[in-house]
Structure formats: C-alpha cells, structure tokens
C-alpha cells in the first residue's frame, strides 16, 4: 500500500480508500452484507487505513454495514469518514443547517457504533443555509471531539473560499477519474492551500474495471444512470475505445485493467485518496493490489494523449 501525508489535518492516509454507496443497497443492484463486510475488512488487512460512507447511503444501512465491519478490533487500524446534509429520501432538500448538522452526526455515531468520526463531509451545497451557519456547528462538534477533522463535498471553488473564512477545510471529496475530470483544476487550487482530496467515482463506477463492454441496460432508476454520463451514448463508445488503450497497458503489466486505473489517478499529487467500491474481497484484494507496482512516466502520457484526442 502507499500513504501520503495530509497537510491540514497532518494524518497519513492510503492512496486507497473503501467507498461505501454500493454496500448500502440503494440504486447498484443486489449487494450481499456478509461479502461486504468481508471485503471491507480484506482491503484493511491489506493496508487500507480509511473507510468513506454517508448517512444517505441506503437510508443509513452503509453506515451500519461499516460499522459491523469494524468490530473485533478493526476500528483502531482504520480512520472513518461519513458525509451529512442529504437526506434519506429525495423529494427533501438538502440541509445544512446548524441543527441539522448536530442531528446527523449524532445519528451516524450511532449507527457507526464509534464515539468520533475522522472526517465530517458536507455532502452537497444547501443553498437556503448560510455557509457560516454549518461551519459553526462543525467548528462545535469538533470542539465536542465528536468529529476530528471538516471535509465539504462537490463545492466550487468560491463555496469553498467562503467555508474557509470560518473553519480550518481539512480535505474536499469531488468526482475525479479518466472519465470524469472537470474537477481538476480545484483539486490543484487546494493542493496549494494544504486541502487534500478524496476522489469518488475512481472507477467510473465499474467501466474502468474492463467488466463492462456492451452498453448496459439497468433499471431506470439505477444510480449509474442519475449520477454518471459514460453508460449512455455517445460517450459510452469513446470509453470503450479508451478501454482497448488500457488493455494494451494492462497486458503489458499482467494486470486487470482497474489497476491502471486507479494508479493512472493515485499517482497525481494532487489525488489524496481514491475511493473505490468493492462488493466481495476477491475485488478487494485486486484493487489493492495495485500498489505491488506503477505506470511509467511514458504509460501515463500515453493515456493521457487518448484521452485529450477523444474528449472524454
């Protein structure tokens, strides 16, 4: 496993880190508790020191899955980071408000089974609430030590500015990945600024893996279809053109191709993180597994220029 050292908040975190959206069982189809959890536990067996979840995957069942995972000693190897401010059902609207915010981190302690959570992310932007008002009540519960470190989630760079005039912003959690790379330039800002970064979408959620390569047909409120792009034409086809270029890669190296994928995006300074979902430890254990080695400089580029030619 490789670690990088956060500024702001001055912890060393894995390169890898658990995504949780899947194991919640809201939108990604069946997922089995038992593999999850013993996925979760194969990726921190196997050096992975941080655990992402959010109160609003599946209604909070993420949160408790996470929570049975880190039972039995497996709390003290690993940091947890959950998100607040979007709620269980999606006709309610986001809500960052101070008492809001004190709400939902009690009930993800709960449901955690922990007495402090490492990293409290906004999950989205509440328009209708001052951004003082919820950095207040996160500067309080870290006051409280219910939380360590402030973490916003799919800000802009002027939001983000903002928040930091009344709180220390220890790390943001934008989408970052081949096929999603609208966010790098704030990544780069906040490299700058000491802000590290957790990445959600690493794999594209699973077309970076190679598994995918016939336009899928998934139930129309699948989340794949809401949140991503790519599993739609036309920019479906022009991944999987991306997809023959890291075949060549992948074969060179007798590696599946997500490990391309995820060294391709940890190898970035400005990538603190890349949460990767898994639903059973033999995908855990080939996603960490990654680190066993490393693109060169010439794969990198190499990617680098289909990706600029194709647009993606």
Not at 193 to 201: L, P, R
Request: proline residues 4%; negative net charge.
């Amino acid at each position: 496993m490789r670690y990088k050292q956060f500024k702001n908040s001055e912890v060393k975190v894995s390169s890898l880190a658990v995504g949780t959206w899947a194991i919640g069982g809201d939108g990604y189809g069946e997922v089995n508790e038992k593999d999850s959890i013993e996925a979760i536990r194969t990726m921190i067996d196997n050096g992975v020191n941080i655990i992402d979840t959010a109160s609003s995957y599946g209604a909070g069942h993420s949160e408790e899955v996470v929570g049975k995972a880190i039972r039995d000693g497996y709390r003290d190897k690993v940091m947890i980071s959950t998100k607040f401010g979007i709620p269980f059902f999606k006709d309610y609207k986001n809500d960052g408000s101070y008492d809001n915010c004190i709400k939902e981190c009690e009930g993800s302690l709960k449901r955690l089974g922990i007495d402090c959570i490492d990293f409290f992310f906004m999950h989205w932007p509440d328009p209708n609430t001052p951004i003082e008002e919820t950095m207040r009540a996160l500067n309080d519960l870290k006051k409280q030590g219910k939380i360590r470190f402030i973490g916003v989630s799919n800000f802009d760079q002027p939001l983000l500015e903002e928040a930091m005039k009344y709180a220390v912003i220890d790390a943001i959690q934008p989408p970052y990945s081949m096929v999603n790379q609208s966010a790098k330039p704030l990544m780069q800002w906040c490299e700058s600024k000491g802000i590290d970064t957790f990445t959600y979408g690493s794999l594209g959620a699973g077309i970076l893996t190679g598994a995918i390569r016939e336009l899928p047909h998934y139930d129309k409120d699948d989340a794949r279809y809401e949140f991503y792009d790519f599993f739609v034409e036309p920019k479906f086809s022009r991944v999987m053109e991306l997809l023959k270029a890291l075949d060549v890669i992948a074969e060179a190296h007798n590696r599946p191709v997500a490990q391309v994928a995820i060294n391709w995006s940890t190898q970035k300074s400005y990538v603190g993180t890349a949460l990767c979902g898994v639903r059973n430890a033999k995908e855990a254990l080939e996603n960490c597994r990654t680190f066993d080695w490393e693109l060169s400089e010439e794969e990198i580029s190499t990617i680098d220029k289909v990706l600029e030619k194709m647009k993606i």
